[in-house]
């Protein structure tokens, strides 16, 4: 039997033999423990993949992945593993949920990360199965009795701390340069081989990533901001080539400089991965993560002449993130923030200076005043980008609690009562709204 699709963890395959369609479950399988279920004690079940590689890391595993070999989609069903998808040849435990899929063996067809038939059959061996893996080090089995098969030295590698391809077969998706850009920012005392990196660079000169569909290219790059050292993730996509074709936004920063005064680090480039990294030293959510990505791509458009200054970037930045939003299809809540952050992080850093009347018209542009929860993230990612500079990694940033402070003064007015008795006073419309700003603005310098 065969199936037709992409590679990477979560793709559905069309099944394209019609005379063997898949069925529902029948009968459900015994097995509550972790290790090879007894519904499938005549078959060879491995642990593979991550779980395998944490394992021997010293790391916590956080979900297992089996693969079995010597079966059938009929013969699990049979068993009461639920397929996942319409016709992908993976399985869910009916106890444990875990997933199990049979070994399987894939061919390219046609370039892109989709051009794939995939062959699953009981023929099909385990070796022959860890060879379609992208990386050794996730290329490990574990059999029943614990033992470990590593055809590729994923052990040896690991031990090296080297991120290597399995074969020239990695070649074939380009998601792999993604998810080998996302491994390398998780582990981030680990090396990327030459000849890897070498491979991911013939990859994208050969219009390979140009196929990315952009659901998969969020999906990677959502997940390698919230690694331990996102800035790796870039850098890796940046030696092969890929930043430039992905995110050309980005790559622009590179050899762009900035004030050394305000900037020692100079590069706007260097500028960003620093950022990134504080955001993940401090352990911002996604949201913040993006909008760290995001906050100076202006600074890419800057005209020569005006360089080192950058002035109007934050409305260019805005502007392109919009359309990279678009592109990529982003999540609202990144986009909105983002957003936010790209217009005001000059105004935030500059707030120390303001007044009472000018703190809250900062407030009102980010929507404060009725997204309190979100001005936090504000103020987190405007943090990270003024720790983000050489030399200011572990300095204070007193902006934060002075806005926060301000903002809690300003939600404590009583906009019901000011409203009444403006209307008492016969004012209606936008006096109303006037007389409720100037209560927040007294209730703002009162704490000055």
């Known amino acids: 039997m065969a199936f037709i699709g992409g590679l990477g963890a979560g793709d559905k395959t069309r099944y394209v033999s019609a005379g063997n369609r898949l069925k529902g479950p029948r009968t459900a399988g015994r097995d509550r423990g972790g290790n090879a279920p007894p519904t499938l004690r005549r078959m060879k079940v491995y642990l593979v993949g991550g779980a395998v590689r944490d394992a021997l890391l010293g790391r916590t595993v956080s979900e297992r992945d089996w693969?079995?070999?010597?079966?059938?989609?009929?013969?699990?069903?049979?068993?009461?593993y639920r397929q996942v998808g319409a016709d992908f040849p993976v399985f869910l435990h009916p106890q444990t949920g875990e997933e199990y899929a049979l070994a399987r063996t894939e061919r390219k067809t046609a370039p892109g990360y989709a051009g794939?038939?995939?062959?699953?059959?009981?023929?099909?061996?385990?070796?022959?199965?860890?060879?379609?893996?992208?990386?050794?080090?996730?290329?490990?089995?574990q059999d029943e009795d614990g033992r470990l098969i590593d055809p590729h030295g994923g052990q040896r590698d690991l031990a090296a701390r080297v991120l290597r391809h399995v074969s020239p077969a990695f070649a074939e998706d380009p998601v792999r340069i993604l998810r080998l850009a996302r491994f390398a920012a998780r582990f981030d005392d680990f090396r990327v081989a030459d000849e890897t990196v070498a491979l991911a660079r013939q990859m994208v000169t050969a219009g390979e990533v140009d196929a990315l569909v952009p659901e998969r290219v969020w999906r990677e790059l959502s997940r390698g901001l919230m690694e331990s050292r996102p800035s790796r993730m870039f850098e890796l996509l940046r030696a092969c080539g890929a930043l430039q074709r992905l995110l050309p936004e980005v790559d622009r920063l590179w050899g762009v400089p900035q004030p050394p005064e305000h900037h020692p680090e100079v590069d706007a480039g260097v500028h960003l991965m620093l950022v990134l990294d504080t955001a993940a030293r401090l352990g911002a959510p996604l949201t913040v993560r993006y909008a760290c990505l995001g906050h100076d791509l202006g600074k890419g458009t800057t005209p020569a002449d005006l360089l080192p200054r950058h002035l109007g970037h934050e409305a260019r930045?805005?502007?392109?993130?919009?359309?990279?939003?678009?592109?990529?299809?982003?999540?609202?809540?990144?986009?909105?923030?983002?957003?936010?952050?790209?217009?005001?992080?000059?105004?935030?850093?500059?707030?120390?200076?303001?007044?009472?009347?000018?703190?809250?018209?900062?407030?009102?542009?980010?929507?404060?005043?009725?997204?309190?929860?979100?001005?936090?993230?504000?103020?987190?990612?405007?943090?990270?980008?003024?720790?983000?500079?050489?030399?200011?990694?572990?300095?204070?940033?007193?902006?934060?609690?002075?806005?926060?402070?301000?903002?809690?003064?300003?939600?404590?007015?009583?906009?019901?009562?000011?409203?009444?008795?403006?209307?008492?006073?016969?004012?209606?419309?936008?006096?109303?709204?006037?007389?409720?700003?100037?209560?927040?603005?007294?209730?703002?310098?009162?704490?000055?």
């Open 317 to 448: 930045s805005v502007s392109l993130l919009r359309a990279l939003g678009e592109r990529l299809k982003v999540p609202n809540d990144c986009r909105q923030l983002a957003e936010v952050v790209a217009r005001e992080h000059g105004n935030v850093h500059r707030s120390l200076d303001f007044d009472a009347a000018a703190l809250l018209r900062l407030l009102v542009r980010c929507d404060a005043i009725r997204q309190p929860a979100r001005f936090d993230e504000v103020l987190l990612a405007c943090e990270c980008d003024a720790r983000g500079r050489t030399g200011f990694e572990q300095a204070p940033y007193p902006q934060a609690p002075r806005l926060r402070a301000a903002l809690a003064r300003a939600l404590q007015v009583d906009t019901e009562a000011v409203a009444r008795e403006a209307m008492a006073a016969g004012r209606a419309g936008a006096a109303i709204g006037a007389a409720v700003g100037a209560a927040r603005e007294r209730a703002v310098a009162d704490g000055l």
């Open 67 to 80: 693969t079995v070999v010597g079966s059938t989609p009929d013969e699990l069903l049979a068993r009461g």
């Open 116 to 141: 794939f038939v995939v062959h699953a059959a009981p023929e099909v061996t385990l070796e022959a199965d860890l060879a379609r893996r992208d990386l050794t080090i996730n290329a490990m089995a």
